[in-house]
């Protein structure tokens, strides 16, 4: 199917360990972006990338990391998860109509 | 840090009723103004968008006002439905050609039979 998958759709790690969260386009869109959605702050851009082996910082990047080694890719890796991290994150990527957003992970840090 | 702000925080509106979503920005990097919609569970979805080109775009119940000088635009939802209940984000773009976009903190609309 067309479009843009994350998975997995929820999580529940451990505070200190590292968890990586996938999400992967059909399209070829060069730009792809994480946010992190909370109540009270919206969504907020995490790392953003503009082509493969090209990414960015956003606004709230401490904690994470982000590669990207095939256009169709872009996993979020935690790599020592906080309980501040706790959160639904969404991958995004960005084509000629506009945003297109994943489903979104639902991750808690206990 | 660029900011959009966006109010009201909830709103509930009967059946039937206007819902009406502000937003205001400091600054952009790109003329185009969209609204996501958003159902629990789910992603962010465009729901319309504008260009300051016009002061006003309308798609179906679905109304983007702009007012350029005072850097506001606006979501009427006309005919409000149960099945409007979502959460609403306006939101413009910055970083200019990353076209980064910069959400408001959203606006979770209750339409009430």
């Known amino acids: 199917d067309a479009g843009i998958t994350q998975s997995p759709r929820y999580k529940i790690t451990e505070t200190g360990r590292q968890v990586t969260l996938m999400c992967h386009q059909t399209w070829s869109h060069s730009y792809m972006f994480w946010y992190r959605q909370d109540l009270g702050h919206g969504l907020r851009l995490i790392y953003y990338s503009a082509a493969a082996d090209i990414t960015d910082k956003g606004e709230v990047p401490d904690g994470y990391v982000v590669s990207r080694s095939k256009t169709e890719n872009f996993p979020l890796t935690l790599e020592s998860a906080t309980r501040s991290q706790t959160s639904v994150y969404f991958c995004a990527s960005r084509g000629d109509y506009g945003y297109t957003f994943g489903s979104g992970t639902r991750l808690t840090v206990v | 840090q660029q900011q959009v702000k966006q109010s009201p925080q909830s709103l509930i509106v009967q059946k039937g009723g206007i819902s009406i979503i502000n937003c205001a920005y400091e600054?952009?990097?790109?003329?185009?103004f969209p609204w996501y919609q958003q159902f629990p569970g789910k992603g962010p979805a465009l729901l319309i968008a504008i260009r300051p080109d016009v002061s006003e775009k309308k798609e179906g119940r679905f109304t983007i006002s702009f007012n350029k000088s005072a850097k506001q635009f606006s979501l009427h939802i006309m005919d409000s439905q149960p099945g409007d209940s979502a959460t609403y984000f306006c939101?413009?773009?910055?970083?200019?050609?990353?076209?980064?976009?910069?959400f408001g903190k959203g606006t979770k609309l209750s339409v009430i039979p």
């Open positions: 939101a413009t773009y910055s970083g200019a050609g990353s076209y980064q976009l910069t």
């Open positions: 600054n952009t990097a790109f003329d185009y």
